[in-house]
């Protein structure tokens, strides 16, 4: 079955696949709205009047661009309240998309300068996430990015602070940040840590680097998960490690072409690791900077990528079975994506 030519049929089936987001970044995902309100609010001579304005302050020529931008807009965040807000906004945005699940990643070390610290941050974003859930029913937990650029002490004194909301909010740790100046290694024993307390790990790697940097990545730290993992695809022995090992890959395809690390979404890996038998994702990174829905980007790569139906189904379940969820609740989650895609092939032409 394909959708080439029936975009309303497409449109409609995506909206009812049942979804996870498990690489979405907060701070990226702030509706345009919501962050209008929180430029005008701080005085410091930023003039953006409009939506449409800020729309074209986000937009990148490369990941370097991209993290310039990504410093600007955290200014304007400036009390640890704005986090409640924000996480309960970008959960309402995700419950109309029907998604059930989402594991959020937050970077509280971002926000030294505003003297916010890392635990009212955390206690505002679950306070959104409890809120969200009790008026939407969507689940949501949080990941928190150590932030490599920090370095490695800082990621370890940061680490030790997340003990007391492990399973109370907080269910693992990333790494995000400039890759080629901060490599895996650095942080070896912030990763081994985090597994010895019950964390688990997700890390950024390949994604502006080549696939060097995603062995590296699994040499040393050891993660749960990889983020990215755009350059996968150089090394066929990878590919072939990543499906053995099952080893979860969170794919952002519109943030890799939005800064410029492939031409367009015809390009992009996602289909030939799907064909490969990886265990990839579906996600929108950054949904606001990068002016994607998740709807839209399931929407994009099947028009792109020319994905069935199986493939569809596939990148759904994948999304459950690379959570990290407990297996009670991911098989439970299972069942419920079942039953929902039950209904969708019954609706499917």
Known sequence: MTFQNDSDSLANLIQKVPK?????????????????????????????????????????????????CWQWKNRFITLASDFRTIAYKVLEDLHCQNVKYAELFCSPGDFKNQDLSME????????????????????????????RDDGPVSAMKKLKKLQPFLNNGVI????????????????????????SMGFYTTVHAGEGTPSEFIWEALRTLEPD??????SAFQDPIL????????????????????????????????????????????????PSMF?????????????????????I?????NGVRASFLAESDKLALLNRFETEWDELRCEAP
């Open 313 to 317: 189904y596939t990148l759904s379940m």
């Open 20 to 68: 996870t987001e498990l690489h979405i970044h907060l701070e990226g995902s702030i509706p345009h709205t919501v962050m209008l309100d929180l430029i005008k609010r701080v005085k410091d001579g930023e003039v953006i009047h409009s939506v449409s304005e800020l729309k074209k302050r986000f937009r990148f020529k490369s990941v370097q661009e991209f993290l310039k």
């Open 225 to 230: 998960r990889i983020g990215h993992a755009f």
């Open 172 to 195: 693992g740790i990333g790494l995000g940040g400039s890759e080629r100046e901060y490599p895996p290694g650095l942080f070896k024993d912030v990763f081994h840590k985090a597994k």
């Open 239 to 286: 590919v072939r490690y990543l499906c053995r090992q099952r080893i979860p890959v969170e794919l952002c395809p519109t943030s890799n072409v939005r800064t410029q690390l492939c031409p367009d979404l015809k390009s992009h890996p996602l289909k030939q690791y799907l064909d490969n038998e990886l265990l990839v994702t579906v996600n929108t990174d950054d």
């Open 120 to 147: 009212a941050i955390i206690e505002n974003v679950i306070l959104g996430i409890k809120a969200a859930e009790m008026d939407f029913g969507i689940c949501s937990t949080l990941i928190v990015d150590l932030v």
């Open 291 to 311: 002016q994607i829905t998740l709807i839209e980007e399931y929407m994009n790569i099947v028009r792109h990528m020319d994905l069935s139906l199986n493939d």
